[in-house]
């Protein structure tokens, strides 16, 4: 008995996302039910499973949370790099090792180029606290006159709010309000333009809006009442406070003895405060790397299982099928093609 040849070369090739061509040119799709066979094998519906390969089949949550964690890295281990090099010139001076050739005040202007270009280094990851966020950066800060022991007195009163020129829904204060409502009443009134209001640690109101868009909000935040907590009439700007950054080198002197040792202090600090949040970085990308692994092991282990299913079920079947499977599976591999094939592994 003569087995008919295949119409097509008989090749198994593999190509882009994963798919197969199968040796009469069937391609071996991502769901694995033509896997080496020449004609269709449906699994039940209940074991089939989809072959996801490569990253374009990553959740994009995941792909992101990669890359932001990566680009804070980058801008992290860069900052840190130049600030050991700086407490390095520091010392150096100090001990009269190292003379006044501008060298140290170029470092330390180089550090506050970096810092200043934080927000897009990171990738808008890291706030001025250098907190990682793969969600879009805050800048935190408080409002003059909004304090909670200010906001607690007096009668009932009815607080227009302006944001930016825009006219926001209006926050009534009451008399026995706690300070939890008095927070979420302000974040009710200011959440639809983006600021967001809380108890602080201090028990203090603690807003906070996006970093982008703080600078449109400092000075444009104001507010009109009736006399009792604020003046009636025209509505009065507020200004807003934002928390101080992590590491001010604008600050930093190096014009004397005196400056120099507060500067490598400050430099001590910034660089202990630059580890740790590579430190915490770090465990965000091993995180997702993890979940990376995860995901892979899983669709690599349900794919070839479901491909073996699928050929151990033709191969059984009397006949033309089997027998066409088995040859189709087995023509066109050599030594050689197998080798190079492990090699990717």
Do not use: C
Request: proline share 4%; aromatic share 4%; hydrophobic share 35%.
């Amino acid at each position: 008995m003569q087995i008919p040849s295949p119409s097509s070369p008989s090749v198994i090739v593999t190509g882009n996302g994963g798919n197969t061509s199968a040796v009469d040119g069937t391609a071996l799709g991502q769901h694995g039910q033509n896997a080496v066979t020449a004609t269709p094998v449906t699994p039940p519906a209940s074991t089939a499973a989809p072959l996801r390969r490569g990253l374009n089949n990553w959740d994009q949550p995941l792909q992101r949370d990669i890359s932001g964690a990566q680009q804070a890295l980058d801008f992290l281990e860069q900052s840190a790099g130049q600030l050991r090099s700086l407490k390095a010139d520091l010392s150096a001076r100090l001990a009269n090792r190292q003379r006044a050739d501008g060298n140290l005040e170029n470092s330390v202007r180089q550090f506050s180029n970096t810092w200043r270009s934080r927000t897009a280094a990171s990738g808008g990851t890291l706030d001025a606290q250098l907190n990682f966020s793969n969600e879009n950066t805050r800048t935190r800060f408080t409002v003059r006159g909004m304090n909670v022991a200010n906001l607690r007195q007096g009668g009932r009163e009815v607080l227009a709010l302006s944001l930016g020129g825009q006219n926001l829904s209006s926050v009534v204060l009451e008399p026995g309000m706690s300070d939890q409502q008095i927070a979420q009443r302000f974040d009710d009134a200011l959440a639809p333009a983006g600021v967001r209001v809380k108890l602080n640690d201090d028990g203090q109101l603690e807003f906070s809006a996006p970093e982008n868009q703080f600078a449109g909000i400092r000075d444009s935040l104001a507010v009109q009442g009736n006399g009792q907590r604020f003046p009636a009439g025209q509505l009065n700007r507020l200004r807003a406070e934002p928390e101080a950054a992590a590491l001010n080198p604008e600050s930093w002197q190096t014009s004397d003895a005196e400056g120099l040792r507060t500067t490598l202090q400050q430099v001590v600090q910034a660089l202990a405060h630059v580890e740790k949040s590579i430190s915490s970085v770090r465990s965000a990308l091993a995180e997702a790397n993890t979940r990376v692994q995860s995901t892979t092991a899983e669709t690599s282990t349900e794919g070839m299982e479901q491909v073996a299913d699928n050929f151990v079920d033709t191969a059984k079947q009397p006949g033309y099928q089997s027998m066409l499977s088995i040859t189709s599976a087995l023509s066109g591999i050599s030594r050689e093609r197998v080798v190079s094939l492990l090699r990717l592994r």
